[in-house]
């Protein structure tokens, strides 16, 4: 059997779709092994049993990037301490009758590839951003792009026009620890052309001229999404199957029954991922804009947050409720959700998108306004909440436009009909026919035949 190490970056919207990844190859018959942080590994969930699971050590076995304090001494040591501590995992899985076959390494540990090479491993490098994002970072990488960005619209191979508000925002700032991040993820490329597979989550189909540009440049690129768990676009999520939470730090509140009771398409769902943290004036207006709206809503407000909430605003009422997490996928699922205010983070747009569900942009930071340009103006799923000059927040009475637009206006109509077309492309990307299943299944069985190969060397 075919023994692939998973080794995501410490968070959960990089764990989830390389958990989710996962599963499909065990359907295929590989043997997964688990890799996290020792620190990150203390508070998980919801691990299946078929998939083993291994720590490493990021060098801050106590608390991770909160212990570290910052993100320049994280990477720093964690680039150190991991590649010696994966070393040493690799040996101790081949000793125990276990040898790997292949790490599918988050490309934000470029230095994976140096490690799984050591082995004579195959190395699997996987992008957990979607093409249009990951080429930006590419020009930058390659020098075609320079930051800080000054110029006020940027032009790039096969995408729009954009504008600088339309770009990640780590290529504008020149804050610390922005440039520590920028150079993170701009380090995603510096080996990517010597991995074995280059594997996206993204579909074939949804960024096709993009996909076909990268292909030339990287032959062995293959898309492999939406990482959805267990195909929610093939069949229905239930509320008694705990793994579609995925793999978490979080306990998901019990929300459907309240769902139930609201008729089809009338909730607004309100969620800014698991990082955003915004600021009190900012949480202020989205409260009073849903408050004083005409539609029911439901709102994921992390504990971290919950003291930012106006104090005359209630948590539990007739036309609201305000959780601190859930399972997001089962909610987008609900035929009572017509309507999601998001981030604009990748898993976030993807689940959107392939369930269905028009988008109320409000990005934050890192691609998440790239992805908002393309959720509006690229595939038609959403519209953008503006945010006014001086603060540079959504002021409540925009919100509350945006929402009516998506879920009363004909431009609403037009957003529902584009999102059918969407979630029916997304399905058929991940079916047996289809373009991402496909890449799925030849990655394995290069996998499957390297070690029939290697078997059948004599000693």
């Known amino acids: 059997m075919v023994h692939c190490v998973i080794l995501p970056y410490p968070s959960q919207g990089h764990i989830n779709p390389m958990h989710q990844f996962s599963k499909l190859l065990q359907l295929q018959g590989v043997r997964i092994t688990l890799v996290t942080t020792l620190s990150y590994s203390k508070n998980l969930q919801n691990i299946p049993a078929s998939i083993a699971l291994e720590t490493i050590s990021d060098g801050f076995d106590n608390g991770g990037l909160a212990e570290a304090g910052s993100y320049k001494t994280y ?97 504008s ?84 029954k309240w769902l139930d009771d609201k008729p089809k398409q009338s ?67 609900h035929e009572a959700i017509g309507c999601f205010v998001t981030h604009c983070g990748w898993n976030s747009t993807l689940e959107a998108l392939s369930l269905g569900v028009p988008v109320v942009a409000m990005p934050y930071w890192s691609d998440q306004s790239t992805n908002a340009k393309q959720i509006v103006d690229v595939w038609k799923m959403g519209i953008r909440a503006t945010v006014d000059d001086e603060k540079k927040i959504v002021r409540r009475e925009v919100l509350k436009r945006c929402i009516m637009e998506i879920m009363k206006s004909e431009r609403g109509k037009e957003v529902k009909s584009n999102m059918v077309q969407w979630k029916a492309l997304a399905a058929r990307a991940v079916s047996e026919e289809g373009s991402s299943h496909k890449n799925i299944a030849e990655f394995v069985n290069s996998l499957f035949n390297l070690q029939q190969r290697i078997a059948n060397y004599p000693d």
């Open 75 to 171: 990477l720093e040591r964690f680039w150190q301490v991991g590649a010696k501590t994966l070393a040493e995992l690799l040996e101790k899985l081949g000793r125990s009758g276990n040898p790997v076959d292949c790490v599918i390494y988050d490309s934000f540990f470029p230095w994976v590839l140096d490690v799984a090479k050591g082995f004579g491993i195959v190395g699997a490098v996987f992008l957990t951003q979607n093409m249009f994002v990951n080429s930006i970072y590419y020009h930058v990488q390659q020098g075609k792009l320079r930051v800080p960005l000054t110029k006020n619209e940027i032009s790039l191979p096969l995408l729009p026009k954009l504008q600088l508000e339309d770009m990640p925002s780590f290529l």
């Open 173 to 256: 700032s020149t804050d610390g620890e922005n440039l520590v991040l920028l150079d993170l993820v701009v380090a995603q490329f510096s080996n990517v052309d010597k991995a074995d597979w280059i594997l996206c989550n993204s579909f074939y189909e949804l960024e096709k001229e993009v996909n076909n540009w990268t292909l030339k440049i990287w032959p062995k690129f293959r898309t492999i999404g939406p990482c959805i768990t267990s195909m929610v676009l093939n069949k229905r999520l239930t509320d008694d199957n705990d793994e579609d939470d995925g793999v978490t730090q979080f306990k998901s509140e019990e929300c459907m």
């Open 267 to 333: 909730v607004v769902y309100v969620s800014f991922g698991s990082i955003a943290a915004l600021n009190e004036e900012q949480i202020k207006e989205i409260a009073y804009s849903l408050r004083d709206g005409e539609n029911y809503f439901l709102w994921v407000v992390r504990a971290s947050e919950e003291t930012k909430l106006p104090k005359d605003f209630e948590k539990i009422s007739e036309k609201g409720l305000v959780i601190r997490w859930c399972s997001q996928l089962k909610v987008l699922d």
